[in-house]
Nanobody, 126 residues
Framework: VQLQASGGGLVQAGGSLRLSCAAS????????MGWFRQAPGKERLFITG????????YYADSVKGRFTISRDNAKNTVYLQMNSLNPEDTAIYYC????????????????????WGQGTQVTVSS
């Protein structure tokens, strides 16, 4: 599956952005989806994940209550609504797809994911 992330940009602290990740090439609803971010000089970190059906979502503590993940399987797209942004949220944001399989989904582990988008830059100014 090919993933195309968009919606990044420059925003002031306290502002909001909505990222989108459009998928193509495979059956989107067969995939659990995640968002990760990577700041300069740091490792890629899990932000949030959503199951293939959208019935379960997971969040890192750092974004809980501020970010919301959602998906529209009819549009082959997953979204990340980001509110109350602060400079620590500055990073490149990546979407990723993990083909659904039975058993425990280790959504926070980058190597669990099969496909990655190219990333979109989010910069929050103070």
């Amino acid at each position: 599956v090919q993933l195309q992330a968009s919606g990044g940009g420059l925003v002031q602290a306290g502002g909001s952005l909505r990222l989108s990740c459009a998928a193509s090439g495979r059956t989107f609803s067969n995939y659990n989806m995640g968002w990760f971010r990577q700041a300069p000089g740091k490792e890629r970190l899990f932000i949030t994940g959503i199951t293939w059906s959208g019935d379960m979502t997971y969040y890192a503590d750092s974004v809980k209550g501020r970010f919301t993940i959602s998906r529209d399987n009819a549009k082959n797209t997953v979204y990340l609504q980001m509110n109350s942004l602060n400079p620590e949220d500055t990073a490149i944001y990546y979407c990723a797809a993990d083909r659904y399989s039975r058993g425990t989904w280790y959504y926070a582990r980058p190597h669990e994911y099969d496909y990655w988008g190219q990333g979109t830059q989010v910069t929050v100014s103070s």
